[in-house]
């Protein structure tokens, strides 16, 4: 990481955020998110899954729904509205022509200027291996982008091609570009965090509140090191 980190770009407008799981975004990001939507920006959000793998006491068919309403109420915390369900199955996304695909369909039809994903990085820090579909997912956003602005790659989607992609940010990256600010939006991202209930339950035995409190201001602490000290979301900026 370098010392010191640039700021997000702050001329844009309309930003979709793609990720495999319920609450991936969550972990992190959604006090950015926040903050954005607060000075009146429209960020959508495009879910792979539904999660419906990831509470181990719970059956996929009851996981589902619930880890869907969860992500609608999180969302809703931090101003977000648009929330899309792709029914890629949880825990088995494959990278391919399908999913790119299906992303692609979907930046055309928000024509977003900022596209936002998740660490697709093997690890995370370097010691814990990365899911496989946190892994497809982030690789097939990086491409799904140009296949979205080239009429002659999935012409027959709903939406016209979109070539209006400005930049990429990578969110829980180990070699972050840029920041935003959290301060205004971490109580949110917090408040967002902990509408996953059910997860978070399922997950640890600590209190909820406190998990979730306790992770993402620690976060934004350690991240902030390199944004003058201010609590930041960290990205990786491709631009285009």
Known sequence: MTDQLEPMPDDWQRALA????PDDLEYGCAAAVATWTDGGREVSYLIATRGEAGIDS???GKAGPLREREERASAAVVGVTNVEFLDHADGVIEYGVALRRDLAAAIRRHRP???LTLNYDDTWSGTYWNTPDHRAVGRAVMDAVGDAGNRWIFPDTDAAPWDGVRWIAVTGTDSPTHATDATDGLERGVRSLLEHR???EALTTEDPETYAR?????FAREQGKHFGNRPAVTFRLFPR
């Open 214 to 218: 306790n992770l993402l201001e620690g």
């Open 198 to 200: 059910a997860y978070i």
């Open 58 to 60: 719970l059956e996929p």
């Open 113 to 115: 200027e900022l596209v």
């Open 18 to 21: 793609i990720v495999a799981h």
